[in-house]
């Protein structure tokens, strides 16, 4: 029989969560299993993978073939790569401890990149948060607006008695014969 690493469903309706478990390849799906190795979560962001992964390496090293699935995950995990590694160190390519080096980097670098990926979501949040605020912020000011032009209480404006007052002081000034004459005066002498 062939051994096969996958991936056993539990958990509620359309909630699931995942075990990551190692059983034979005619047993069904959520039946039996000769170990459990892990769960997985999907439903969280990022999704949370808890591995024991020296016995995941074990069985990947006897001959246990995971599915595309649990392939995915073990490789996200860094499990296929330790696998890698380990075979090399059984052929005789690279010591043990220059694989535990190369692991070991490979894990910083993992740890970086998901630090640095987990900065770049928050400040796109924060991103989206602030431009969300900005624009409603315009609205409520344009809402403001609307309902103070709205309620704004127009005063009647007289304008005909403005209108009659200055053609009256206009026809006073050109009527005065006595203010033409006392400008002419001091010009004649």
Do not use: C, E, P
């Given at each position: 029989m062939s051994v096969k690493?996958?991936?056993a469903r539990r958990g509620r309706k359309k909630m699931a969560?995942?075990?990551i478990v190692v059983a034979e390849s005619t047993s069904p799906r959520d039946g039996?299993?000769?170990e459990k190795i892990g769960s997985y979560n999907p439903n969280t962001d990022p999704s949370t993978v808890v591995l024991k992964s020296d016995r995941a390496v074990y069985w990947l090293m006897v001959g246990a073939q995971p599915t595309d699935t649990a392939r995915s995950v073990l490789s996200h995990e860094g499990?296929?790569?330790r696998k890698h590694l380990q075979v090399?160190?059984?052929k005789g390519a690279i010591t043990q401890e220059q694989a535990d080096e190369k692991y070991t980097t490979w894990q910083e670098g993992k740890q970086s990149r998901k630090a640095g990926a987990a900065d770049?979501?928050?400040?796109t949040k924060e991103q989206d948060?602030?431009?969300r605020l900005e624009a409603e912020k315009k609205v409520n000011e344009a809402r403001a607006e609307a309902i103070a032009k709205k309620n704004k209480v127009e005063e009647p404006v007289v304008e005909a008695p403005v209108a009659e007052e200055a053609p009256a002081a206009e026809e006073a000034a050109v009527e005065t014969p006595a203010a033409v004459a006392t400008e002419e005066t001091p010009a004649a002498e």
């Open positions: 690493i996958r991936l969560i995942y075990d039996r299993f000769i499990i296929m790569y090399g160190v059984n770049t979501k928050s400040q948060r602030a431009a």
